[in-house]
């Protein structure tokens, strides 16, 4: 039978979360229409030993050492035989029923669409009342882990950069199907579980390191992405608010992030010296119309 769907999982060193990922979604890799890819993006807990023994039907990759979660979003998309692609995060699992049958309705029902992007609950425990009343919508962006490509939009625009390394792939993906005329939907109708725990993210060792990859994202597109005559405006916006918010009231740790951030734009500088990847104002103007993605849903 041909492959309609393929859900692809990039996971580095924590086979406890993917485990319970792959078990919750194993009804939907036994069907005939379904391929599951997995990318290990270098692993040293176990996590490529695990797939192989316990699922050995999910096509396994493996970076020998890490780089990164976009250079593995990438590999997971170029092999992908699905006519679409289902980006999953390894610690989240669909609430849904019907998943599969629910994401090609939209995508057969709307022609100009190019990815549909999911309603997401963030937190340990799911939540106690799915429903969910709000009509499907387009909006201007999505979340990595929670999506789904129509692979030929896919493979009518750029490649995740993959410098960017963590953050920001999604909002770049996202210019450049707004550049293709392409657009995103937001389908509440497919509910996913993102199992993280948002308070105590806030305390890990990797919070300052997350903190500057989110800084430096957003500024890598406004320097490659926004039409130049807004681009600096943009950034040094940012740049004030962030200055403003946390170095003058004295937070020392968000201080060096927006420091190293700062760094990472001017080693990056070359980078920026195209424009093929860059709205024109107009479309920029359309652009802003749009409807914000929905980050976080909170049931009502």
């Known amino acids: 039978m041909h492959t309609t769907f393929s859900i692809l999982i990039t996971t580095k060193n924590r086979v406890a979360e993917l485990g319970v990922t792959l078990k919750s979604i194993a009804f939907l890799i036994e069907r005939n229409d379904v391929e599951c890819i997995v990318w290990d993006d270098g692993s040293n807990d176990g996590t490529y030993a695990y797939v192989k023994t316990e699922f050995p039907e999910i096509r396994l990759y493996s970076n020998e050492r890490s780089k990164g979660l976009i250079y593995s979003r990438n590999r997971l998309l170029e092999k992908a035989k699905g006519k679409y692609a289902i980006s999953l995060d390894d610690d989240a699992h669909f609430l849904t029923d019907n998943v599969l049958q629910h994401l090609g309705a939209y995508f057969e029902a709307h022609d100009n669409v190019g990815l549909l992007t999911f309603r997401v609950f963030w937190g340990i425990t799911p939540p106690k009342s799915y429903k969910e009343t709000e009509p499907a919508h387009i909006v201007s962006g999505f979340l990595g882990g929670a999506h789904a490509w129509c692979m030929e939009a896919w493979k009518a625009i750029p490649n995740y950069p ?4 963590f953050y920001g792939e999604e909002q770049f993906a996202a210019l450049q199907l707004f550049k293709k005329k392409k657009a995103i939907l937001y389908t509440p109708e497919v509910l996913v579980h993102h199992r993280v725990d948002m308070t105590a993210r806030k305390v890990h060792k990797d919070y300052l390191q ?11 597109l406004y320097f490659l992405c926004y039409p130049k005559r807004i681009m600096f405006k943009k950034f040094l916006s940012s740049l004030w608010s962030q200055l403003k918010r946390k170095t003058l009231k004295g937070n020392i740790s968000a201080t060096k992030a927006i420091l190293l951030a700062l760094f990472d734009v001017v080693f990056h500088l070359p980078y920026f010296f195209t424009d093929k990847y860059r709205l024109t ?3 920029y103007l359309k652009y802003n119309k749009v409807p914000k993605e929905v980050i976080y849903w909170f049931p009502k």
């Open 210 to 220: 997350r903190q500057r990859r989110s800084l430096r994202s957003g500024w890598y």
């Open 281 to 283: 104002y107009p479309e």
């Open 162 to 165: 993959e410098w960017f390394l």
